[in-house]
């Protein structure tokens, strides 16, 4: 059954943008890579799932660029934030979809509807956008951190999924948190890119030398102070655990593959459930939603 408050959210995302038949309608821009996941041994002593033993499973990530535009320059700053949606694994699969900022404009989906609609409406009534984020200031620290962000490549970035999770160890003690998907190139995380294709020069760039890897860490959540709200960040980060590495050994060889290819994160594999959150539902949906409808513009 459809959920009404994530048709809205996508027909007010496509209500403000010219999106081409078959293209995502965020996030339209992207580059597919492959690779491969390997679990670190203390992660199977944090959660069950399948993909944490001794294992190495196949991969396939999709970095993205913000926005309905599938040609937009990476150097600009409408680019942000970036994504990264990643697949791993065969039979027990993991999909995690994240982007570079932590925090989100809303922390439920109504106040996430009215966001989108403020923003649909800044060219035309400027005012509305204004009066949203002086009343929201979810919206207004997001927006905020959008524009302090420079054009890093994309392996010296962090990815957040935001969603609060639970980890299921083998013993049964669970750990809610939050997953983050974390670039290792500390020399270009202060470096700004320039040029329209400047970030999938870079990684193409870099992998050129060989495999790049990035970590999927864990951080538990704080003892005070709400778990479940997505605008906000975490006091202190917490200790973030080492779950794996995400190793990208090369492009992919069939780009136009994207374009029919779905990033669900509900997919979880036994021992990895989401704790939930005002927004989780309306997002999961909308995700299905907006596939959906992209598949058909593609056919």
Known sequence: MQDPIAAKLVDALHAGADVPPGCRVNHARGLLVEGRFLGVPQASQLCAAPLFDDAEQPLIARFSDSGPDPRIRQDSPQAEPRGLAVRIGQHSQLVLVGHTLEGFPARDPQTFLAFIQALNAQ?????????????????????????????????????????????????GQTRTGRLTIRGRNAEGAHKALTGRNCMDEALRHAMEAGPVALELAFTPAPEQGATDDLSAAWPGHGSPMLLGYLILERIAPDQDAQ?????????????????????????????????????????
């Open 123 to 171: 060219h035309t009534a400027p005012e509305s956008l204004q009066a949203h984020l002086a009343a929201n200031p979810a919206a207004q620290r997001y927006d905020q951190l959008r524009q302090d962000a420079l054009p890093t490549g994309y392996a010296s970035r962090s990815y957040h999924m935001l969603h609060p999770y639970r980890l299921t160890a083998a013993d």
């Open 259 to 299: 374009r029919t290819l779905a990033f669900d994160p509900s997919v979880l594999p036994a021992g990895m459930a989401f704790a939930g959150d005002p927004l989780l539902a309306a997002r999961l949906h909308a995700y299905r939603i907006a596939a959906e409808r992209r598949l058909r513009g593609a056919a």
